[in-house]
């Protein structure tokens, strides 16, 4: 009988070590798959921000070559050479800020990028050279903040 005894202590003890370690294993597997899936948001968070700065100064820089050929040729904006491609950067400004607002959380990111397509809409409407370059100015050092404050969430997200 004590036989028996020690084979049922020794299966009990198999089958809950063997227990233990299927559910330490799974607990890991759903980490490792949290940190994958952390880290594939992270990346397309870091690609719709790239994206975003590099329409956005496209866009910049269409819109500042329109506006000086609009006021050498003497015509209203929308009626350069250039403002079809404006209307066409314009449009993937909108798009590129429409999937930084779908991936990022931060409000801050996603209403600065909005503000920054707003700034660079406005420069038609510019009266002068000076404001129109300081505009231009202004819209590349708020990227740049926006873009700080993006690194700051995606770092504070890895921490």
Request: aromatic content about 6%.
């Amino acid at each position: 009988m004590t036989s028996l005894w020690i084979a049922i202590i020794g299966i009990l003890g198999t089958l809950s070590a063997s227990l233990s370690t299927q559910l330490l294993h799974a607990r890991a597997e759903d980490r490792r798959s949290l940190a994958e899936e952390q880290r594939r948001i992270s990346d397309l968070r870091r690609e719709a921000l790239a994206e975003f700065a590099d329409t956005l100064m496209s866009y910049r820089r269409a819109q500042l070559q329109n506006w000086y050929e609009a006021r050498a040729q003497g015509v209203d904006a929308d009626h350069t050479a250039v403002a079809f491609e404006l209307r066409e950067l314009r449009a993937s400004a909108w798009s590129a800020l429409y999937r930084v607002q779908l991936l990022w959380r931060d409000k801050a990111v996603v209403e600065g990028a909005r503000t920054l397509v707003d700034a660079v809409t406005t420069f038609k409407a510019l009266a002068d050279q000076k404001a129109l370059g300081d505009s231009a100015d202004q819209v590349r050092e708020e990227l740049s903040i926006v873009m700080d404050r993006a690194r700051e969430s995606l770092l504070s997200l890895v921490e």
